[in-house]
């Protein structure tokens, strides 16, 4: 996937289960902001070197998210702000 020309390999959504059930992206998966984590992530078999997307509504959880995952190692992090922007900007191969 590419997002605004970034390759992704992994799209979070960080909105609450019930938000994420209501609509999401896509093979997103849903990691509430208040579970983001080197934990949360390795649970799922996400790597510290995968191209992560984060998005949430808005955009405030998604940047605290991206903070989160910043300092715990993850170095490619891409905050997509609102599920919107996301859902316009992120193209399927």
């Known amino acids: ?17 019930l938000e994420f059930v209501f609509g999401h992206v896509p093979g ?30 808005s955009g405030s959880r998604s940047a605290m998210a991206v903070d989160v995952l910043k300092r715990a190692g993850y170095k490619r992090v891409v905050d997509g702000g609102g599920l919107a922007a996301v859902r316009r900007d992120l193209k399927h191969d």
């Open 1 to 17: 996937m590419k997002y605004r020309n970034k390759t992704v390999t992994v799209v979070i959504d960080v909105r609450s289960r």
């Open 28 to 57: 997103a998966v849903c990691i509430p902001v208040q579970k983001v984590g080197r934990e949360a992530l390795a649970q799922r078999g996400i790597p510290p070197d995968a191209s992560i997307l984060v998005y949430c509504a």
